[in-house]
Structures are given as C-alpha cells and as structure tokens.
C-alpha cells in the first residue's frame, strides 16, 4: 500500500511540474507574441515614413535632409532586424518550452498508467485473498456438516 501512496504522490508532483512547465509554454508565447508585436509596429512605421517620402515626388528636398532620412531608415532597418533576432530567440525559446511541456505530460501518463496497473494488481490480489478465505470458509463448512453427519449416525 505504501507503494501505491508513493506512485500517488509522484503523480501529484508530475501533475504539478505538468501545470508549471504549461505556465513556462504560455508566458514564452506571449512574450514572443509581444516580441512579434514590436516588429510589426517597426515595419509598419517605416513603410508608413517610406510612403509619406514617396507622396511627394515632385518635391525637392535639401540633399542633408535625404541623408538624414535614409541614416534614419537605416537605424530603423537595423531596428527591426535586431527586433528580428529577438523574436527568433523567442522562438526557441517557445521550442524549448513546448518539448518541456511534452515531455512533462509523458512522464505524467506513465506515472498514471503505472498507478493504474498497480490498483488492478492490487485489486486482482484482494479478490483472491477473499476467494481464497470464502473457499476456506466452504470447505470448513463442508468438513463441520461431514462431522455432524457422521455423528448422527452414530
């Protein structure tokens, strides 16, 4: 019995770490969905500079304003790949919280088949116990009214 509450607590602590590395997986998608977020808000913006740039062809503009411009396209390109890696890394990161959750949830089903097959082996050991002690208690029955019989006869 011991054994069984011990196999009973390994599944608690399964479950629990379970429930953990599930919260781990979801707080690593949101931060790589905010991570995804920043980018796009990166890329919008420098389409929408790109584009108010672009509305006025006919425009002259100082050449030191057209270098300005693109160094700051520049750095916003530059942004949005750093922005790219970090969405990257979350990206593992997301990977590897997965596979720990996956792993997690495994090891949790075979502790609970584990558990299920022990209550079955137990319950098929306490059904002989009883058949064993019902057969006894028939036979000894049966010996007691081969006694009483032959004593009546007497």
Not at 118 to 130: G, H, I, K, P, S
């Amino acid at each position: 019995m011991s054994n069984l509450n011990a196999l009973m607590v390994a599944v608690e602590v399964a479950s629990r770490k379970r429930d953990e590395a599930r919260k781990v997986l979801q707080d690593t998608q949101a931060a790589q969905q905010a991570a995804r977020d920043q980018l796009d808000q990166l890329e919008g913006y420098a389409r929408e500079t790109e584009a108010r740039w672009g509305t006025k062809a006919d425009t002259v503009r100082q050449p030191e304003v057209m270098y300005h411009h693109y160094q700051f396209m520049n750095r916003l390109g530059h942004a949005a790949s750093l922005q790219g890696n970090v969405v990257g890394e979350h990206a593992n990161r997301v990977d590897g919280a997965r596979q720990a959750l996956l792993d997690a949830e495994l090891r949790l089903a075979s502790l609970r088949k584990v558990l299920e097959k022990r209550r079955q082996e137990l319950t098929l050991q306490q059904m002989r116990r009883d058949q064993k002690q019902t057969d006894e208690r028939a036979a000894l029955q049966y010996r007691n009214a081969l006694q009483g019989a032959a004593s009546q006869e007497y």
